[in-house]
């Protein structure tokens, strides 16, 4: 399960109506991808469809959807937003992680 803080949930649905997408039917994507400055990192776009074998989480009114190899790195992360002076953008909270980067956009198990 991944979860969607509410300041994540606020943020998603601006770009996702910024975009094209609807909030409603559509989806996030997110994915881990070899790469970054700990080894892994994430990847997170919008979707209007999903694959198969895809896993489909909704929390706090956001659908979520991940592949099924990124899905064991990111069993119970959940998707924050910072608008802070350290800078802006969406954060991964994951558990799994045992070192993560500065930027909170790569990690490493």
Not at 80 to 93: H, K, P, Q
Request: contains cysteine.
């Amino acid at each position: 399960m991944i979860k969607v803080s509410e300041t994540a949930k606020k943020k998603v649905i601006e770009l996702m109506n910024d975009d094209g997408f609807n909030p409603s039917t559509d989806y996030i994507r997110v994915g881990v991808k070899s790469g970054g400055c700990s080894g892994l990192s994430y990847d997170l776009k919008f979707d209007k469809t999903k694959a198969e074998d895809d896993k489909v989480f909704e929390d706090n009114d956001i659908k979520i959807i991940v592949d099924k190899k990124s899905f064991l790195y990111l069993i119970g992360t959940t998707l924050e937003y910072s608008g802070g002076l350290n800078g802006t953008g969406f954060v991964f909270n994951n558990p799994n992680a045992n070192r993560t980067c500065g930027c909170g956009e790569s990690f490493s198990l």
